[in-house]
RNA sequence: UGGGGAGUUGUCUAAUGGUAGGACGGCAGACUCUGGAUCUGUUGGUCAAGGUUCGAAUCCUUGCUCCCCAGCCA
């Protein structure tokens, strides 16, 4: 495990050491928490969660839940009506309480702070703090300097602090356009941190927001809304990412000029990137938009949405979660280790069947012609307690292209002329004859013969047998399609080109609609996890219907001779 | 040329002045009715240079590299 572990296996990083820290000194005892501790997951809801922000549901939930009577709000920071949807907010609840987090009566809006947040605004104009600044958009940015040069006072700067109430309340009326005008702080327009620079604190927008509708047409900005609604709610640790590391002392800023009995603290830590994706929601929008992939839950995208239908269950992602740590270094973490985290968990679930993806004909010529018969099959040696299935066997059957090799290179261990295999168990086989199709000279068919006296796979003579082989029984077989899913990008960053479209992978989905599985797969419902053996895991997507079953490769089984062959060329 | 952060093996992450450890990946082997799983071994690292110290990844100095910030987005 890459993350500290205390003895009892609790994960341990520098934020809980914070926390840790902080409750040990009682730091938490006065707020509204009264000692305990309160954390928050504040997500904009303009776009599906990803993977990335599972690691931060994990922090905060996780914080929450191992700290005694700890709780984690669920707060949705809809301060822009422009892009929120209510149908993000149905998708964001939907994907964490499936990663099994509970915020039972946590549910906040910051729209539903509008009113108070609209009072402290006050406060500060009444402190002389804030003013409402009439440049317009160009002017202000002209005005704030650059990285290197400090910026001019705004000749608005110095009204009198009636003038700026009349002038605010106005704005809240209605009275001005789109960007007439601004409420901003009064801080200093020579800081170094640009966020200092006398921030836009509210805007204009006549625009209808999903829960509050027409009852505004100004809309607080993040800056001043976050801190404050971390303070309302007496969050005690506002965890939030590497980027507002810059934004921390205009949060503590406000906090310091304003009356309130909270003041959080805010700690930041480094967001999830993973290579061979994108994680930023503007681009996955890009993508959803642009028709790149079939929407937010395409089992490509790394969205929670996503993953979910290609397979992953929210114990591997929480495990992984747990595996890739807490710091404040930018990285990049291995697609590896997730696909690792998902190995481990379906490998000790995930019940085995035997699916046929690329169907070669094997006929048994000495099988007697009519007879079916059941053999038993186990379906997880890692669990004996899954018990057994009967799967039948008869003298037409399927197995692998790829398992048959008329001249086979060395070390290959599968079917070849005159070479016997085992048909996991069934019997040893041996070719006897291959069947070309005479114009194009592709292997359509194979003669064998088998063993009677090898029934279920075993041999008495202890003959040694290498390969073993899936197969499917021609008579009994259900078709089947199945979607191949790899990298979505060619590239482990697909960010170091100026557009990352262009790395796209075009082989991310092939689909194979001419699969076979077996006979008890009929009933199978989406969402429900196989291992079909040698292959991978997969599962049942929700496309699939009575008539054709759709399943997912979740993830591939390891391939050593994949490897062994690859290493050859 | 401003401000804020970060540099430990291919990747992620520990070590809080005292043996540089773990996980993933890679490689090798054992085992195996899945070339799966499992097990074992192995590889390889403190950004650099000075200094303090019995002892430095950790403290100090000086460099270097990378990331973030100039939305009326969050």
């Known amino acids: 495990m890459s993350t500290r572990q205390t003895p009892d296996s609790k994960p341990s990083d520098f934020i809980r050491d914070i926390i840790e820290q902080d409750l040990k000194t009682n730091k938490t005892t006065g707020l509204p928490g009264n000692g305990r501790v309160v954390t928050r997951f504040p997500p904009e809801p303009n776009g599906y969660l990803h993977i990335g922000h599972a690691k931060s549901i994990c922090l905060n939930f996780g914080i929450a839940e191992e700290n005694e009577k700890g709780t984690c709000h669920l707060r949705f920071d809809d301060t822009n009506p422009v892009k929120e949807e209510q149908e993000y907010i149905d998708a964001i609840k939907k994907d964490i309480a499936w990663l099994g987090f509970d915020w039972g009566k946590h549910e906040y809006y910051a729209s539903d ?51 700026n109430l009349n002038l605010f309340e106005r704005m809240r009326l209605g009275e001005f356009k789109d960007g007439h005008c601004v409420l901003r702080a009064k801080i200093d327009m020579s800081s170094g941190n640009l966020n200092m620079r006398d921030p836009v604190l509210y805007r204009i927008l006549h625009a209808t927001h999903h829960r509050t509708g027409n009852k505004w047409c100004i809309y607080p900005m993040y800056d001043f809304t976050h801190c404050l609604s971390d303070s309302i709610e007496g969050i005690t640790h506002s965890i939030c990412t590497l980027e507002f590391e810059d934004h921390r002392p205009l949060y503590d800023w406000i906090l310091d000029e304003l009356k309130v009995d909270c003041h959080p603290q805010q700690i930041e830590f480094a967001r999830l990137n993973l290579s061979y994706t994108v994680m930023s929601k503007r681009k996955l929008l890009e993508l959803v938009e642009g028709g790149y992939v079939t929407g937010w839950d395409d089992p490509r995208m790394p969205t929670i949405a996503g993953l ?14 747990k595996h890739i740590g807490v710091a404040k270094s930018n990285s990049v973490v291995d697609i590896a280790l997730l696909e690792h985290c998902l190995r481990e968990d379906l490998n000790l679930r995930a019940q085995r069947v035997m699916a ?21 099959a186990e379906n997880n040696p890692e669990d004996k307690g899954m018990g057994c299935r009967k799967i039948p066997f008869s003298k037409v059957l399927y197995i692998e292209q790829e398992d048959f090799r008329e001249d086979p290179p060395k070390g290959f261990f599968r079917l070849t002329p005159g070479g016997e295999v085992r048909l996991k168990h069934a019997y040893y086989i041996k070719c006897e004859r ?59 960053n697909p960010e170091e080109d100026d557009d990352f479209k262009a790395n796209l992978n075009p082989n991310s989905l092939v689909k194979l609609t001419s699969c076979l599985v077996e006979p008890g797969l009929a009933n199978a419902l989406p969402g429900n996890h196989y291992q079909f053996l040698r292959h991978g895991y997969f599962c049942v997507d929700p496309d699939s219907t009575k008539e054709l079953l759709v399943f997912n490769r979740t993830v591939s089984l390891h391939d050593t001779w994949a490897k062994i062959e690859k290493s050859d060329k």
């Open 356 to 376: 046929v993806l690329r169907p070669l004909r094997v006929i048994i010529d000495n099988y007697p012609e009519n007879q079916v018969e059941e053999l038993e």
């Open 434 to 492: 291959v069947v070309k199709d005479e114009q194009t000279g592709k292997v359509v068919e194979l003669h064998c013969t088998y063993d009677a006296n090898t029934r279920g796979g075993w041999s008495q003579d202890g003959r040694k047998i290498k390969g073993t082989l899936h197969w499917i029984s021609a008579a009994q077989a259900i078709k089947a399609e199945v979607r191949l899913y790899n990298h979505l990008f060619v590239k482990p």
């Open 308 to 321: 979910r239908r290609r397979g992953y269950t929210k114990e591997a992602i929480r495990d992984f979660c």
């Open 113 to 163: 702070y509008f009113e108070k947040l609209y009072e402290y605004a006050e406060e500060l104009i009444k402190n002389g703090r804030a003013y409402v600044c009439h440049l317009d958009m160009e002017e202000i940015r002209n005005y704030r300097g650059t990285l290197t040069k400090p910026g001019k006072d705004s000749p608005y700067r110095h009204r009198s602090i009636e003038e």
